[in-house]
């Protein structure tokens, strides 16, 4: 359809007015389009065409309001690096509306356009770094099958922000099934805000799990429901070696996506400790901590949802989180070690893996690549690591293993290779591509966008992004406001 055609909703204003604030987009100076995602578009039933026109640029920079919007940002409290803070709210996000598709509601929302209620002293913008970085990554999450928010479009404009210096300011045009946080709970149970949180929590499970409207004790299994999807989350982001960076309550989705995208790393060398956020100085939210942080998030969920439900009998959901989350992370690193099915011992085998590869400092995406390709000579493996002997070690027991394999040499490959990428977005990467852009050179942004979305392709004309991170850019931290 055209842009003029389309007709936004806006379920979430059903709710009571205190989970959210009317408020309208403050265009950017100087918009113009950086890149549009076609895929996204199809989603939403809008036709390609329209991605090229300035009416869509406009659409994007907030300065064009199609029939239905009635802007508005949502209200949320949240634990932030394990310390409530009782209001807190899109302070940079603003939803437009919603468009039904086949699938359900997905819903708009423009990240940067601008100051709302809940800014506190902020300015309600967000930066052409910050931008690019969240642009890419939600979609190569979803290229690697990882729930995720999505983003229609990205732009770029004149209007300068200031950040300990001065940039650009941008504009990303993010979609999600669902925008409610953890915290958005926890806002009105810590405040006793009683019937809007009733009512918010019939919302999430219209909105997230309507295969649950009407059961009677439909408010335990939305809890538990959010557990499995939750542990999954973890499992996923553990086996891909993504480290979120800033886990906080409001940035956790009711609906088990990965939203938010800050201070993100995928892994250069395997480091269990590693802690991409240079503001975690304690390390709450390293690489390693990521599951735990999962149930204490949820526990805080727990206590936010006990009006409405009983504890003790969310405590038992909680519970089963620990088993969900084993389970299937020694599902996917199973299949990410090509093994027909999971053996007990076979978690020794990943035990010992992991540890080489921390000892070894290994890069932990090249190192699955090249194993996705192992035939018994070791040679291109050896080459992974450091030293050869812990290498050695560790492939004499997997050869091994590989014994109990019925499948063959060439099968066992072909499914490595379609569970093991050749390319996650590295933040030096990223930062080669925000460079670049910075000049108004949208090439890499291009470049690295293709490899987003199949992670799993050779790619040849990219081939040295697929190599190891260069030493100079390894486990670098980076801000909130990345």
């Given at each position: 359809?055209?842009?003029?055609?389309?007709?936004?909703n806006?379920?979430?204003?059903?709710?009571?007015?205190?989970?959210y604030?009317?408020?309208?987009p403050?265009?950017?100076l100087?918009?113009?389009l950086i890149?549009?995602?076609s895929?996204?578009a199809?989603?939403l039933?809008?036709?390609?065409?329209e991605?090229?026109t300035?009416?869509f640029?406009?659409?994007?920079n907030?300065a064009?309001a199609v029939?239905?919007?009635?802007?508005f940002?949502?209200?949320?409290?949240g634990?932030?690096?394990?310390?409530?803070v009782?209001?807190?709210g899109?302070g940079?996000a603003?939803?437009?509306?919603?468009?039904?598709?086949?699938?359900g509601?997905?819903?708009?929302?423009l990240?940067g356009?601008?100051?709302?209620?809940?800014?506190?002293?902020g300015?309600g913008?967000?930066?052409?770094r910050s931008?690019?970085?969240e642009?890419?990554?939600?979609?190569a999450m979803?290229?690697?099958?990882i729930?995720t928010?999505r983003?229609?479009a990205?732009?770029?404009?004149?209007?300068?922000?200031y950040?300990g210096?001065?940039e650009?300011?941008?504009?990303?045009l993010?979609v999600?099934?669902s925008?409610?946080?953890?915290g958005?709970?926890e806002y009105?149970a810590?405040?006793k805000?009683?019937?809007?949180?009733?009512a918010?929590?019939?919302?999430a499970?219209t909105?997230?799990?309507?295969?649950?409207?009407?059961k009677?004790n439909?408010?335990?299994?939305?809890?538990?429901?959010?557990?499995?999807?939750?542990?999954?989350?973890?499992?996923q982001?553990?086996a891909v070696?993504?480290?979120?960076?800033?886990?906080?309550?409001?940035?956790m989705s009711?609906?088990?996506l990965?939203?938010?995208y800050?201070?993100y790393?995928?892994?250069?060398e395997y480091?269990?400790?590693?802690?991409?956020n240079?503001t975690?100085?304690h390390?709450r939210?390293?690489?390693?901590s990521?599951?735990?942080i999962?149930?204490w998030?949820l526990r805080?969920?727990?206590?936010?949802l006990s009006?409405?439900a009983?504890e003790a009998?969310m405590q038992d959901?909680?519970m089963?989180?620990?088993?969900l989350?084993?389970?299937?992370?020694?599902?996917l690193?199973?299949k990410k070690?090509?093994?027909?099915?999971?053996?007990?011992n076979?978690i020794?085998?990943?035990?010992?893996?992991?540890g080489m590869?921390q000892?070894?400092?290994?890069?932990?995406t090249?190192f699955f690549?090249?194993l996705?390709r192992?035939?018994?000579?070791?040679?291109?493996?050896?080459?992974?690591g450091?030293y050869?002997?812990?290498?050695?070690?560790?492939?004499?027991?997997y050869?091994e293993r590989?014994?109990k394999?019925?499948?063959?040499?060439?099968?066992?490959?072909?499914?490595?290779?379609?569970?093991?990428?050749k390319?996650v977005?590295?933040?030096?990467?990223?930062?080669?591509?925000?460079?670049a852009?910075?000049?108004k050179?949208?090439?890499?942004?291009?470049?690295?966008?293709?490899i987003a979305?199949?992670?799993?392709?050779?790619?040849?004309?990219y081939?040295?992004?697929?190599?190891?991170?260069?030493d100079?850019?390894?486990?670098?931290k980076?801000?909130c406001?990345?």
């Open positions: 359809m055209k842009l003029k055609e389309l007709h936004l806006s379920p979430y204003l059903s709710l009571p007015s205190l989970c604030d009317r408020v309208k403050t265009p950017l100087g918009a113009y890149h549009a995602n895929d996204v199809k989603m039933q809008i036709d390609k065409e991605l090229d300035e009416h640029t406009a659409f994007v907030g064009l029939e239905g919007s009635d802007p940002a949502m209200c949320y409290a634990h932030q690096f394990g310390y409530f009782e209001r807190l899109d940079r603003i939803n437009i509306g919603s468009v039904a598709t086949p699938q509601f997905l819903h708009l929302q990240k356009a601008g100051q709302t209620k809940y800014s506190r002293d300015d913008r967000a930066v052409l931008s690019i970085r642009y890419l990554m939600s979609e979803h290229g690697l099958g729930a928010t983003a229609l990205l732009v770029g404009s004149e209007h300068s922000v950040r210096e001065w650009k300011g941008a504009i990303v993010r999600s099934p925008w409610v946080r953890f958005t709970f009105f810590h405040h805000k009683y019937k809007e949180l009733e918010l929590v019939e919302y499970i909105e997230s799990y309507p295969h649950l409207v009407g009677s439909a408010y335990l299994l939305f809890f538990a429901e959010v557990v499995s999807k939750t542990a999954m989350l973890m499992a982001w553990q070696g993504f480290s979120h960076g800033v886990m906080n309550t409001d940035n009711i609906h088990g990965t939203i938010d800050g201070p790393a995928f892994l250069d480091d269990f400790r590693y802690i991409c240079h975690d100085t390390g939210y390293s690489f390693g990521q599951p735990a999962g149930e998030n805080a969920l727990m206590k936010a009006p409405m009983s009998s959901a909680l089963a989180y620990g088993k989350y084993t389970e299937h992370y020694l599902y690193m199973g070690l090509g093994l027909d099915k999971l053996e007990p076979d020794e085998l990943i035990r010992h893996l992991l590869m000892g070894l400092r290994t890069d932990y090249l690549r090249t996705s192992y035939d018994g000579d070791r040679k291109a493996l050896l080459g992974v450091l050869h002997q812990p290498m050695h070690d560790w492939l004499d027991v050869d590989l014994k394999n019925e499948t063959t040499t060439e099968q066992r490959h072909a499914k490595m290779l379609k569970v093991n990428p390319f977005l590295k933040n030096y990467m990223l930062q080669e591509a925000i460079d852009a910075k000049t050179d949208f090439s890499l942004v291009n470049q690295l966008f293709k979305q199949n992670p799993y392709d050779e790619h040849f004309e081939e040295r992004w697929a190599g190891a991170t260069p100079a850019f390894k486990n670098k980076l801000s406001s990345s």
